[in-house]
Nanobody, 121 residues
Framework: QVQLVESGGGLVQAGGSLRLSCAASGSIFAINAMGWYRQVLGKRRELVAHITSGGSTNYVDSVKGRFTISRDNAKNTVYLQMSAMKPEDTAVYYC???????????????WGQGTLVTVSS
């Protein structure tokens, strides 16, 4: 069974930085795109950053220039470097993997359990 495990969340002051990591496990053969989403209680989950297997990236406008997504395909891991953080970045951040081939099975998408990021003003 494919699992995504996030780490790196926590409390940071406005203007500070955090780095999130998400490692995929479970006899992974290939992962297409990976991404980070976030959700605030009572609001819809939104895409924050997305990266393809080839390294193409895109970001929600509110984080452009502040957040950087990257991945290590050899480690099946995706990262989100967050800088110049703002209180409005406070949310639960979820890792997502699209089109995952593992243990002879294809998974359309897999989600992590989420990690809380809190930015204090």
């Amino acid at each position: 069974q494919v699992q995504l495990v996030e780490s790196g969340g926590g409390l940071v002051q406005a203007g500070g930085s955090l780095r999130l990591s998400c490692a995929a496990s479970g006899s992974i053969f290939a992962i297409n795109a990976m991404g980070w989403y976030r959700q605030v209680l009572g609001k819809r989950r939104e895409l924050v950053a997305h990266i393809t297997s080839g390294g193409s990236t895109n970001y929600v406008d509110s984080v452009k220039g502040r957040f950087t997504i990257s991945r290590d395909n050899a480690k099946n891991t995706v990262y989100l470097q967050m800088s110049a953080m703002k209180p409005e970045d406070t949310a639960v951040y979820y890792c997502n993997a699209e089109s995952v081939v593992a243990a002879g099975r294809w998974n359309r998408e897999v989600w992590g359990q989420g990690t809380l990021v809190t930015v204090s003003s």
